[in-house]
């Protein structure tokens, strides 16, 4: 199970890169696994303002319907809208190509209060 | 998919100008269409299948041959109590008296027929715990949306309407109990369960305020598990003005011997194709039938069935406060007859036996399989018992769902798999107490030896079904780009994909 070192995770599921004001974030290697595969993704529209951990969406595989849940903050500045046609990216290439979402976020300090691939590594050995 | 079924569709069979009836000459006079529909309502292009009536009866009877139903084996799907349809309900079912009976009938000429919807009104109260019953709803979600909108109008008519707009539902609820609620008018929040599966009382506290408007539980709940907190759930769902909805899916395990109406629940449904053996699925119609405590009586929906002094049955009129019809008439009166049939047939004494043989069987299960595949929840469970193939993931890399095609090649139905949700690889077994100990046995015998496959030769499960008329389906692909009808446009090889 791929965990990045350069991302932040939630206990969600979901990691977040930070590049200066931009947040992208996505769902992990673990979480596309226990989904299996995904069949649809609804994600908000641009300039939708998100709180940190509110849903912003649903991904949809062929076991269950599950919700999207922000690790930050910020306003939605851009999503993938190269999933509606292929949703399989998100199993292919959780952290590359199957990204969700892009947020501008006014603190990016707040991503610190997230887990780190450590954090997050040891999440999964609990579960 | 046709070739791979190896049976053409009606289209592929289709020959222009076949056909199985001829139509006598009209005997009333002929109008132009024109003059009858307009124009936009015309369309030449509509390729129906033109086919004798051989054709048609062979196909239908080739795909029913490849059905798969409890008639013909073991039948495990969680949460769904496929138990056997005793052919008495069918006998009863195909009396004329009933099977010809006009739906329109005045009730004074089918006096039989009231009777028995009289009749299953206070049966099924009884076995709730219920003060009455209507039994319009056509199906469990039916019934689920019937329920809230009866706690709806009940705080409406308290006045507190506008500020109770919240259901809670347990975050290993049934997928229609929050739905239901939204369907409804509601917002849902999710109760989370503690480690021994049950309502987190802690959690339930801090969701309580004036908002809730009620909590919708299933008992035992979707872990098989009973909620033995409930009185202390109902009582604090109560103390802030909320009523207990039981989703009766799970009755199966307390029929006879435990009643919701005694846990402190106010509203409930039956779902009568599981609890009380009348055919699933597409040999339906459903039916979900709801029973209320006093306090909801008078907004129940109309086609309650009333005795009038000189014991003649008549239905009764809605009262001002009745939330109105949600179905036709009475309900889905050949299931409810098939569910009184069911119940009389055990009677009062023996109906317990019911839920006492599907719990012994469902531990039964527990206790053989549970050495070999993890129990998720491992203590005494009720009608049904969640195992977990997490261990089995993690050690050859084989899931629930590789598992549950593979017993498809040893002559099994699937159990329900992935659900409930809270579960990591949850496979979900439902025995029912129609079942023999031989026949759990054979079960536990079968996956045992895919359990020895999964650590010896996975490879064999990840490649199952093998036996099947078609083998494992790309269900990514029929989710992502589904192909839901024939089109003659496309061409043989793009219909076969």
């Known amino acids: 199970m791929s965990v990045p070192e350069n991302l932040r995770y939630s206990k969600s599921h979901e990691w977040v890169r930070i590049d200066g004001d931009t947040a992208t974030v996505g769902i992990t290697d673990h979480a596309q696994e226990e989904l299996g595969d995904v069949a649809l993704i609804q994600l908000p529209e641009v300039g939708r303002i998100l709180l940190a951990d509110g849903a912003f969406g649903e991904i949809e595989s062929i076991k269950a319907v599950s919700e999207l849940y922000s690790p930050v903050g910020g306003e939605v500045v851009a999503i993938n809208e190269a999933l509606e046609e292929a949703p399989e990216t998100v199993n292919n290439d959780p952290y590359g190509d199957g990204w969700l979402i892009k947020l501008k976020v006014a603190s990016p300090a707040d991503a610190d209060v997230l887990l780190d691939a450590a954090g997050y590594n040891a999440l999964l050995e609990e579960s | 998919m046709s070739k791979q079924l190896g049976e053409p569709l009606l289209f592929e069979l289709s020959r222009p100008g076949r056909k199985a009836v001829e139509l006598p000459v009209s005997d009333v006079p002929d109008a132009p269409l024109a003059d009858l529909l307009a124009a936009a309502d015309f369309r030449d292009d509509l390729p129906l299948p033109e086919l004798a009536e051989p054709d048609v009866i062979r196909h239908y009877t080739h795909l029913s041959q490849r059905n798969y139903s409890i008639d013909s084996g073991f039948y495990p799907l969680g949460s769904c109590t496929m138990k056997y349809n005793p052919k008495i309900n069918e006998e009863a079912a195909r009396l004329p008296g009933f099977a010809r009976l006009h739906p329109a009938t005045p009730p004074r000429l089918a006096q039989g027929a009231m009777r028995v919807l009289y009749d299953m009104q206070h049966i099924l109260a009884e076995i709730g715990g219920m003060d009455a019953c209507s039994l319009q709803p056509a199906a469990g979600a039916h019934g689920e949306l019937l329920g809230l909108m009866l706690i709806k109008a009940y705080h409406e008519d308290h006045g507190n309407g506008a500020i109770k707009d919240t259901i809670l539902t347990p975050d290993a609820a049934h997928g229609t109990n929050p739905a239901s609620a939204a369907r409804c008018g509601y917002r849902t929040a999710a109760v989370k369960s503690h480690s021994r599966g049950r309502v987190d009382i802690d959690h339930l506290r801090s969701l309580l305020n004036e908002r809730v408007a009620g909590i919708m539980l299933t008992n035992p709940n979707t872990l098989g598990l009973f909620e033995d907190n409930i009185d202390q759930i109902a009582e604090l769902v109560h103390g802030v003005g909320g009523l207990l909805y039981c989703d009766g899916a799970n009755m199966n395990a307390l029929v006879g011997r435990a009643r919701p109406g005694d846990m402190g629940f106010d509203v409930m449904h039956f779902n009568l194709h599981k609890t009380f053996s009348t055919p699933h699925g597409g040999g339906g119609p459903g039916s979900g039938p709801v029973a209320v405590k006093k306090a909801l009586i008078p907004y129940l929906p109309s086609g309650l069935v009333a005795k009038t002094a000189d014991g003649a049955y008549t ?94 090649d040893y002559g099994y139905h699937p159990p329900t798999i992935y659900f409930p949700l809270i579960v990591h690889e949850a496979l979900m077994i439902e025995p029912t107490e129609t079942e023999s100990r031989e026949t759990l046995d054979a079960f536990v015998e079968a996956m045992q030896a895919i359990l020895t496959e999964a650590r010896e030769t996975p490879e064999l499960l990840s490649a199952a079904p093998v036996t099947t008329p078609v083998r494992r389906l790309d269900e990514a692909t029929a989710a992502r780009h589904p192909c839901l009808r024939w089109s003659c446009d496309v061409s043989d090889g793009a219909n076969d994909a």
Do not use: W
Not at chain 2, 347 to 367: C, F, T
């Open chain 2, 315 to 408: 239905f009764e009129k809605p009262g001002p406060l009745s939330i109105g019809s949600v179905a036709a008439g009475f309900g889905s009166f050949m299931v409810i007859l098939r569910a009184y049939v069911y119940i009389l047939t055990y009677g009062r004494e023996k109906i317990s036996r019911i839920a006492e043989n599907a719990v012994l069987n469902a531990n039964y299960l527990r206790m053989r399989l549970g050495k070999d595949l993890d129990v998720a929840y491992n203590e005494l469970c009720m009608h049904e018992c969640i195992f977990t193939a997490k261990r089995q993931q993690k050690a050859y890399g084989v899931k629930a769902y590789d598992i549950a095609k593979r017993l498809m």
